[in-house]
C-alpha cells in the first residue's frame, strides 16, 4: 500500500479541483498511471449564532455570541460606540474565548458615560483573513433622570401676597429649588428668585406684594427644580392677587 498526504499549503492554500496522477514504475522502467481527481472545498467565513446582548444596565451591558470556522479562528473583535456624539468615543474590544463562546463587557464609564443608542459589531476573522460581521443595538437607560415636581399650587391669595408649595422629588441628589416671581403690572421689573424653603419633599415660598411694587392682577410663579447635574423640571403657576384699594362707592 501506497499513501501520501497533500496538504493544500503546499499549493497556495487553492480551493477547487486537485488532480493527483499515481505513476507505478518497475526496475525496467515499465510504468501504469491512474489519474485521480478531488474538489477542495473553498474555505468558508467563521460562523456567528447566537449573539445577543444581556445584563443591560446604565453601567453597561454583556455581550455574547458562539463562532465556530471551517478552519482555524482568527479572532472575534467587537467594535462599539454610543449613538451620542457618533464614534467619538469607539473601542475595539477583543472578545474572550470560553469554547466556542466569546464575551465582552462594555462599560458606561469607558464610553463618557453615554446613556441612550449603543452600537457593538461582532467580527470573527480566520486565518486567511475571511470574516463575518453580526450587528447589535440597546438602548442604556438614563442614569440620571431630571426632579419630578408634583402638587403645585397657589394658596391664601390676600392682597398682601401668597403662598406657593410642591412636592419634590428626584432619583438622585436634589440641589435646589427656586420660584422666579414677577408681576405683569410693568413685566418683569420686580422679578425675584426665591429659594424655596424645605420640609420633607415640600418647598414652600411665600410672596409679599410689597416686595413687588405693591401690584395687583396677575403675577406668574414658575418653579426651577435642578438635581447636583444640574438637570431640572419647570412648572409655571400664575394667580390674581385682587385689587385691595376699591373706589368709594
Ligand atoms: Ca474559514
Ligand atoms: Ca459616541
Ligand atoms: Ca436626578
Ligand atoms: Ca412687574
Same mark, same amino acid.
Given at each position: 500500500?501506497?499513501?501520501?498526504?497533500?496538504?493544500?499549503?503546499?499549493?497556495?492554500?487553492?480551493?477547487?479541483? /486537485?488532480?493527483?496522477?499515481?505513476?507505478?514504475?518497475? !526496475?525496467?522502467?515499465?510504468?501504469?498511471?491512474? $489519474?485521480?481527481?478531488?474538489?477542495?472545498?473553498?474555505?468558508?467565513?467563521? &460562523?456567528?449564532?447566537?449573539?445577543?446582548?444581556?445584563?443591560?444596565?446604565?453601567? +453597561? /451591558?454583556?455581550?455574547?455570541?458562539?463562532?465556530?470556522? %471551517? +478552519?482555524?479562528?482568527?479572532?472575534?473583535?467587537? #467594535?462599539?460606540?454610543?449613538?451620542?456624539?457618533?464614534?467619538? %468615543?469607539?473601542?475595539?474590544?477583543?472578545?474572550? @474565548? !470560553?469554547?466556542?463562546?466569546?464575551?465582552?463587557?462594555? @462599560?458606561? !464609564?469607558?464610553? &463618557?458615560?453615554?446613556?441612550?443608542?449603543?452600537?457593538?459589531?461582532?467580527?470573527?476573522?480566520?486565518?486567511?483573513?475571511?470574516? !463575518?460581521?453580526?450587528?447589535?443595538?440597546?438602548?442604556?437607560?438614563?442614569?440620571?433622570?431630571?426632579?419630578?415636581?408634583?402638587?403645585? @399650587?397657589?394658596?391664601?391669595?390676600?392682597?398682601?401676597?401668597?403662598?406657593?408649595?410642591? @412636592?419634590?422629588?428626584?432619583?438622585?441628589?436634589?440641589?435646589?429649588?427656586?420660584? #422666579?416671581?414677577?408681576?405683569?403690572?410693568?413685566?418683569?421689573?420686580?422679578?425675584?428668585?426665591?429659594?424655596?424653603?424645605?420640609?420633607?419633599?415640600? /418647598?414652600?415660598?411665600?410672596?409679599?406684594?410689597?416686595?413687588?411694587?405693591?401690584?395687583?392682577?396677575?403675577?406668574?410663579?414658575?418653579?426651577?427644580?435642578?438635581?447636583? $447635574?444640574?438637570?431640572?423640571?419647570?412648572?409655571?403657576? *400664575?394667580? $390674581?392677587?385682587?385689587?385691595?384699594? *376699591?373706589? #368709594?362707592?
Amino acid at each position: 500500500t501506497y499513501t501520501i498526504n497533500v496538504k493544500t499549503s503546499n499549493h497556495k492554500n487553492d480551493s477547487g479541483k /486537485y488532480n493527483t496522477h499515481i505513476y507505478a514504475y518497475d !526496475s525496467e522502467g515499465k510504468y501504469s498511471i491512474v $489519474e485521480l481527481g478531488t474538489e477542495i472545498p473553498e474555505n468558508q467565513a467563521p &460562523k456567528i449564532t447566537d449573539a445577543k446582548i444581556t445584563n443591560v444596565s446604565k453601567n +453597561g /451591558y454583556t455581550v455574547t455570541c458562539k463562532v465556530t470556522d %471551517d +478552519g482555524s479562528l482568527d479572532r472575534v473583535q467587537m #467594535p462599539t460606540w454610543s449613538e451620542n456624539g457618533d464614534q467619538d %468615543d469607539l473601542i475595539w474590544y477583543t472578545a474572550t @474565548k !470560553s469554547g466556542d463562546t466569546y464575551t465582552i463587557n462594555v @462599560k458606561t !464609564s469607558n464610553h &463618557k458615560n453615554d446613556s441612550g443608542k449603543y452600537n457593538t459589531h461582532i467580527y470573527a476573522y480566520d486565518s486567511e483573513g475571511k470574516y !463575518s460581521k453580526v450587528e447589535l443595538q440597546t438602548e442604556i437607560p438614563d442614569g440620571n433622570q431630571a426632579p419630578e415636581i408634583t402638587n403645585a @399650587k397657589i394658596t391664601n391669595i390676600s392682597k398682601s401676597g401668597y403662598t406657593v408649595t410642591c @412636592k419634590v422629588t428626584d432619583d438622585g441628589s436634589l440641589d435646589r429649588v427656586q420660584m #422666579p416671581t414677577w408681576s405683569e403690572n410693568g413685566d418683569q421689573d420686580d422679578l425675584i428668585w426665591y429659594t424655596a424653603t424645605k420640609s420633607g419633599d415640600t /418647598y414652600t415660598i411665600n410672596v409679599k406684594t410689597s416686595n413687588h411694587n405693591n401690584d395687583t392682577g396677575k403675577y406668574n410663579t414658575h418653579i426651577y427644580a435642578y438635581d447636583s $447635574e444640574g438637570k431640572y423640571s419647570v412648572v409655571e403657576l *400664575q394667580t $390674581e392677587i385682587p385689587d385691595g384699594n *376699591q373706589a #368709594p362707592e
